[in-house]
T-cell receptor, first 114, second 111 residues
Framework: KAGVTQTPRYLIKTRGQQVTLSCSPI?????VSWYQQTPGQGLQFLFE???????NKGNFPGRFSGRQFSNSRSEMNVSTLELGDSALYLC?????????????FGQGTRLTVV | SQQGEEDPQALSIQEGENATMNCSYK?????LQWYRQNSGRGLVHLIL?????REKHSGRLRVTLDTSKKSSSLLITASRAADTASYFC???????????FGTGTSLTVIP
């Protein structure tokens, strides 16, 4: 079965712009989580969606938002981009939202803000 | 921050040797998972150990968990050049589905 697909793979944006990243989870998985990975802060949890509802949110400013569609695909949006938003954004899908199972990660979207 | 810590930060060994990396965390957990990441790409799940388990094996991998010390270790036996990657532990809290990742260990296996 197909893995987690993230698009686009690479993105270059200018400060102040906004960006939308997309994630298609594994078929049948209803939980989608997003993580930001930077050299300085490591991997940090952004938010989790399950059945179109945000279940949990990490400690990020309101410029970071997301949503999930009825087919479980998810998007995350970052508005008013800052240089510090340059990172690898990873999406993970899992079968449940209970935390008891493994997560499957996409290849990530590498965002560069200039 | 609930982020865990791993040590060593970097490890370089010869092919065929064993590699051990350690993870410490801060809060009570549902389970702890280990992931591998190759050069800035996605994470690949290696093994999951639940809070009521002490040891788990999967192929050349052996994971231990000591909840009293809030620590875990990952042992890779008979390492191969293809094992070169960064390894992360991730803890899952008692409620919720978010992962708290450790700082990672960069493993280099020299052929």
């Amino acid at each position: 079965k197909a893995g987690v697909t993230q698009t686009p793979r690479y993105l270059i944006k200018t400060r102040g712009q906004q960006v939308t990243l997309s994630c298609s989870p594994i078929s049948g998985h209803r939980s989608v989580s997003w993580y930001q990975q930077t050299p300085g802060q490591g991997l940090q949890f952004l938010f989790e969606y399950f059945s179109e509802t945000q279940r949990n949110k990490g400690n990020f400013p309101g410029r970071f938002s997301g949503r999930q569609f009825s087919n479980s695909r998810s998007e995350m949006n970052v508005s008013t981009l800052e240089l510090g938003d340059s990172a690898l954004y990873l999406c993970a899908s899992s079968l449940t939202t209970s935390g008891g199972t493994e997560a499957f990660f996409g290849q990530g979207t590498r965002l560069t803000v200039v | 921050s609930q982020q865990g810590e791993e040590d060593p930060q970097a490890l370089s060994i010869q092919e065929g040797e064993n590699a051990t990396m350690n993870c410490s965390y801060k809060t009570s957990i549902n389970n702890l998972q280990w992931y591998r990441q190759n050069s800035g790409r996605g994470l690949v799940h290696l093994i999951l150990i639940r809070s009521n388990e002490r040891e788990k094996h999967s192929g050349r991998l052996r994971v231990t968990l000591d909840t009293s010390k809030k620590s875990s270790s990952l042992l890779i036996t008979a390492s191969r050049a293809a094992d070169t990657a960064s390894y992360f532990c991730a803890t899952v809290p008692l409620t919720g589905n978010q992962f708290y990742f450790g700082t990672g260990t960069s493993l280099t296996v020299i052929p």
